[in-house]
């Protein structure tokens, strides 16, 4: 079982999970409406090898609340501060949803920290941005009600589990994430504090990520980190160039679809994950 542990840094306090003892570090990095939890079946495979790290981002779960806001630099910032923390000079990283744009921009803002990112069934935040059709508009609306102000922490508030709910609603997704694990993700955002930090995600999305992302594009910064890419074979990006669009964006750039499953890879499929994982991180 995991060890769950707390790290005081500059701007907020993190909550992480630990399992394993080996003598290189591995970060996972969860998405939303999740927290670390979303890595329990993936992290005892890589604990055999590894020290696997895997904290809720500021803002989310066991984490404090941060007044600086919950931009992807200043959530990465903390990821560096953790791993110097624990005494490690770089990690192996791999991020899901959310976690992988911060994963993204970590990669970015600290290349020396992260020798190897895994990125799970995400596309760049500017290609996203770029590309909003009526059809991905439709299948992302979501981030267009979490970017308005106010109104979705008024209509949210004491509806947590019916609006989680319905994003595990899927069959393979609601398969994969049982009765306990979806009543801690409940549990984690029914604070009003910690719902509008996740919020505060999304709005960053919108302003200054997208800012800091268009900025690198145009000064040619990118991923040299070797990079893996793993989507769902059945989610939203099943029609998309996830591999060819990356490698826009990254050097040394290789991926595959995860059969039976859809966006939530490591819950749904946990062992593909973890051997994937082992293959790249080596």
């Known amino acids: 079982m995991a060890e769950i542990s707390y790290a005081d840094l500059d701007e907020v306090r993190l909550c992480y999970r630990t399992l394993g ?3 290189e570090l591995v970060v996972l990095l969860h998405g939303w409406p999740q927290t670390a939890l979303c890595w329990r079946h993936v992290m005892p495979a890589l604990a055999e090898r590894y020290t696997v790290v895997a904290p809720d981002l500021r803002g989310y779960g066991g984490s404090g609340l941060a007044s600086t806001g919950y931009s992807k630099r200043a959530t990465a910032a903390d990821l560096h501060q953790l791993i110097v923390h624990l005494g490690h000079p770089s990690a192996l990283v791999a991020g899901h949803d959310r976690g992988a744009r911060v994963a993204h921009r970590w990669a970015l803002d600290h290349p020396a920290d992260v020798r190897r990112l895994a990125l799970l069934d995400i596309l760049p935040t500017r290609e996203v941005m770029s590309t909003v059709d009526r059809t991905s508009a ?3 609306w979501h981030w267009f009600f979490h970017s308005q102000p106010d109104l979705p ?3 949210l508030e004491g509806n947590v589990e019916p609006y989680l709910r319905f994003f595990f609603r899927r069959p393979r997704a609601a398969g994969a994430i049982d009765d306990e694990t979806f009543a801690a ?3 984690a955002f029914q604070d009003p504090g ?4 996740s919020l505060e995600d999304y709005r960053a999305g919108f302003g200054v990520d997208l800012e800091l992302d268009e900025a690198d594009h145009a000064a040619g910064h990118v991923v040299t980190p ?3 890419l793993l989507w769902g074979a059945d989610g939203g990006l099943r029609a998309k160039d996830v591999v060819g669009v990356w490698r826009r964006y990254a050097t040394d750039v290789r991926g595959k679809a995860v059969a039976g499953s859809g966006h939530y890879v490591p819950e749904e499929r946990p062992d593909t994950v973890a051997d994937e994982l082992l293959a790249f991180f080596g």
Do not use: D, R
């Not at 910690?194 to 930090?197: I, N, Q, S």
């Open 21 to 23: 003892e080996g003598p």
């Open 138 to 140: 439709s299948a992302m």
């Open 153 to 155: 922490e008024l209509l």
């Open 185 to 187: 993700y409940v549990e």
């Open 194 to 197: 910690h719902l509008h930090a």
């Open 226 to 228: 070797p990079l893996l």
